[in-house]
């Protein structure tokens, strides 16, 4: 900065503000560094990269900015003053200048105009005014291209007197800024340091112990505090090498909340009141030998700026985003790590383990705070949705401009949080496959909009995660009621956890059960819920959801039919469900009493399988020396474009024929088989002989990339190759006949509707069409204009 003016690091964006509106600036660029960036920076740029896009961050007055335009780069800048920004406008062109709060994590906004990542970012003299140093540089590696190099050229606390040591960098700090890259380059020029950055780490963060604690230190209280933009307090201890949580012991007769509050301030000099602190529970693991127990202390409310009050422990306090932990370059003490997992819960992976015993729910409320990145991308989410015609209602609207799905997905970074696109949060460990997700938002919307919500509903949904509860709430409002019910004991406390964080735990009462059962009877309200909403795949529509809902009331379910899932919205009327829509969809799994086994029946060794769902199950006798002995092929004559969805086609088929199941296998693998790439193939196995459906593709655009493909039948047995007993052929007609009927009868004609009756429901009360049965439910799909008088293909 100027030599006569110097800034503190404790000064404002306002203070900025007035440093440069005064005609002040910061020191001009020396000739030795000039040199220095042209010599290692290839500068001026060659001319098969003119025009490459940059950023310079605090570029004041522009000089640096203006001298890399004039060396070919295509430059964005931005700084915190409005008038340094004023200022370089007028002095500069071809520079796109911008005020943006560099320290408020907003630096997420700044994307170049190819997308593909800044290939320079600088920063000049600044970084050491930066109270979240660590934070800054994260959010910066993350807009480089990936060959590109952050630059950032500071002061050296070294060749500076003792007074300016605020505006300087030491050689601890300078380590400390390395640390997450795997190139880096330090250039000395005059009195300054220019370091050239490349490859930011991507590894996970580690954790590590720090000294064996004294006997009497046996209890202690770490605390978890964010700022107004939700980012989390942690302090650098150089003696350890970690990053850690304002903590400290609990002095005797002390009460944890008092211990809280006073090792904020002595440490870290922020100010808070013992009832504004939440104590979320304690940890208890080993240390050395000894037990350590640490309370868990949560706070959002208080007052100063974090500074180094007790240096000989702690020598700097940064604000740190939760998502970024994961890749932080430098370790985290294993008690904080195991805290931050506690508010957070999945924030940290591969934490070791604690104990952790919760406390009941307080009643201290929680202030939620979050990024102006996170706003913005909210507002996108809901434009994107809203032109794709998903919220089409102002209610839906702002149900999700209101709520932050980012809280509820903490482990990832903003941009993924807010995609359109499904995000899976817990693995079964010995499957590797997917038990719980934050769906995806289009899909919430539609599910949202079928169950017809109006203020004052009582809704009832099955499976946790918070971010759709949430959702509900906002749409049914204070006098309406939400009853979330959740089988899975860690998604239940997840979704627990943040549902206090962002002010929803008292609008979801959220229950730890077994969903397939419903809802506890004393949360039942007395005319039934308005609607039910099953967020997890269901084979089964069981009476504890349906005799549960209001009559006129709605059920939206992701409903299985042979093998197909379906969201399905129903409406009760009577003792039957009738469908309102029915489109394609994926979730998890139910688990549970609702859990169903899919694992396909192996056809002999071939490497094949059978999939049985809503159909009896066949013998499969000699079908594994037909399918080896190589099948024949029976075309159709159908075909659909590239892209078009058959999903009715599918619906069909597996609700039509009897025999019905799907053939499963590698897709990948060459065998006699053709599967398709996603999925198995829909099938038909009559009296051991075995018909698959296929498709070929006949035709190609190579211009627009259009291609059409037509339905095909492969058959395995006596007359449909192999060897068998004759009925080959028939299973291949069976098949290529229902496809054909669709074609002619129903596409494009006509669409399915669904009606679910309870088990045991006579035949003579079912409505005309083809009955799947279910264990609570039967489920009758009819296609309308369809005379089932005569079709002999009906099951009975």
């Known amino acids: 900065m100027s030599t006569t003016h110097p800034i503190s690091t404790t000064h404002t964006v306002l203070d900025w503000h007035a440093h440069y509106e005064s005609g002040r600036d910061f020191l001009p660029l020396t000739d030795a560094e000039k040199a220095a960036l042209s010599e290692h920076l290839n500068l001026p740029l060659a001319e098969d990269v003119q025009g490459a896009p940059a950023l310079d961050v605090a570029c004041g007055t522009g000089e640096l900015a203006r001298f890399l335009g004039a060396a070919g780069y295509r430059v964005d800048a931005v700084d915190w003053a409005r008038s340094a920004v004023e200022r370089a406008g007028a002095l500069s062109a071809g520079v796109s200048f911008r005020q943006l709060d560099i320290s408020g994590g907003d630096l997420s906004s700044l994307t170049p105009a190819d997308s593909g990542g800044y290939r320079l970012i600088t920063m000049r003299r600044a970084l050491a005014h930066l109270p979240d140093r660590t934070r800054t540089v994260t959010e910066l590696a993350a807009l480089l291209h990936e060959d590109g190099t952050l630059c950032v050229i500071t002061p050296h606390a070294g060749r500076h007197p003792e007074e300016q040591r605020g505006i300087c960098l030491d050689d601890a700090e300078i380590g400390l800024l390395t640390d997450g890259w795997q190139h880096t380059e330090r250039i000395e020029a005059d009195g300054s340091t220019i370091l050239l950055l490349r490859g930011p780490r991507t590894g996970s ?57 006073r090792e904020l301030a002595e440490e870290a000099g922020l100010h808070a009141r013992p009832e504004s602190v939440l104590l979320l529970g304690t940890l208890c693991d080993a ?62 992976p591969d934490v070791p383990d604690a104990h952790h015993t919760p406390r009941p729910p307080g009643d201290v409320p929680l202030t939620f705070a979050e990024p102006p990145a996170a706003v913005r991308l909210r507002e996108q989410l809901v434009r994107d949705l809203t032109e794709a015609g998903w919220t089409d209602t102002p209610e839906l609207r702002r149900a999700f401009q209101a709520v932050p799905r980012h809280a509820f997905l903490p482990e990832q970074p903003l941009d993924r949080a807010y995609a359109n696109e499904a995000v899976a949060t817990v693995f079964d460990e010995g499957t590797g496959q997917s038990t719980s997700s934050v769906s995806q938002p289009e899909m919430q919307a539609l599910m949202l909009r079928q169950a017809g919500l109006r203020p004052g509903a009582h809704v009832l949904e099955i499976g946790g995660g918070g971010y759709n509860a949430s959702l509900i709430a906002e749409l049914v409002g204070p006098a309406g009621s939400v009853v979330c019910v959740e089988i899975d004991p860690y998604v239940q406390v997840r979704t627990r956890r943040f549902l206090a964080e962002t002010g929803y735990a008292d609008r979801v009462r959220l229950v730890l059960g077994d969903g397939a059962h419903g809802a506890p009877e004393h949360l039942i309200p007395a005319n039934g819920f308005d609607a039910v909403l099953v967020t997890v795949a269901a084979n089964d529509v069981p009476r504890s959801w349906t005799g549960r809902l209001a009559e ?7 409903l299985r039919i042979g093998g197909f899932t379906r969201l399905v919205g129903l409406r009760k009327e009577g003792s039957a469900l009738v469908s309102t829509h029915i489109s394609p969809c994926g979730f998890v799994s139910m688990q549970g009493a609702g859990r169903w086994d899919d694992t396909p029946v192996p056809i002999g060794d071939t490497g094949y399988g059978i999939r049985w769902e ?29 892209g078009e969805s ?95 009927t669709w074609d002619r009868d129903l596409r494009d004609r006509s669409r399915p509707r669904l009606t679910v009756l309870p088990a045991g429901t006579p035949d003579s009360a079912l409505p005309a069409g083809d009955v799947v049965e279910k264990a609570g439910c039967r489920v009758v799909v009819s296609w309308p204009g369809r005379d089932y008088q005569d079709d002999p293909g009906r099951p009975a």
């Not at 100063?304 to 985290?332: D, F, K, V, Y």
């Not at 006129?552 to 992701?558: A, E, Q």
């Not at 009896?616 to 159709?636: I, K």
């Open 614 to 642: 809503d159909t009896p199950p066949a013998p499969l006798d000699g079908l594994a020396r037909a399918v080896a002995g190589g099948g024949s092929e029976l075309w159709t004559g159908v075909t659909v474009r590239g």
């Open 287 to 348: 240390a050395h030998g000894l037990t350590r127990i640490t309370e868990i202390a949560r706070i959002t409310d208080h007052t100063g700026r974090p500074a180094a009050r007790e240096p000989e422990l702690i020598t700097r306090w940064e604000w740190h985003t939760p998502s970024a932990l994961r890749g932080l370059p430098q370790p985290l003490f294993t008690t904080s790590a195991q805290a931050l997992n506690v508010v957070w819960p999945g924030l940290l």
């Open 552 to 558: 006129g009331g709605h059920l939206v379910v992701p």
């Open 646 to 740: 058959f999903e009715d086609l599918q619906l069909w088929l597996a609700t039509s024929l009897n025999g019905f199941c799907r053939m499963e296998g590698d897709p990948d693998r060459r065998g006699p088989v053709r599967l398709p790439k996603r999925s198995g193939a829909a099938a038909v196995v009559l009296g051991g002989a075995l018909a698959c459906l296929m498709t070929e593709r006949r035709e190609h655009d190579e211009a627009t990339g259009a291609s059409t493909w037509e339905f095909g039948v492969q058959s395995f047995g006596r007359d449909g190759g192999g060897d068998g007993d004759g009925r080959g052929k028939d299973a291949a007609d069976a098949l290529a006949a229902a496809v054909r």
């Open 205 to 261: 963060v580690a954790y590590h112990e720090k000294w064996a604690p004294k006997p009497v230190a046996l209890a202690g209280v770490a605390v978890v505090v964010t700022n107004g933009h939700g980012q989390v307090l942690l302090g650098w201890n150089p003696s350890r090498a970690v990053w850690e949580l304002p903590a400290g012991k609990v002095e005797p007769g002390e009460a944890f909340e008092a211990t809280a509050v």
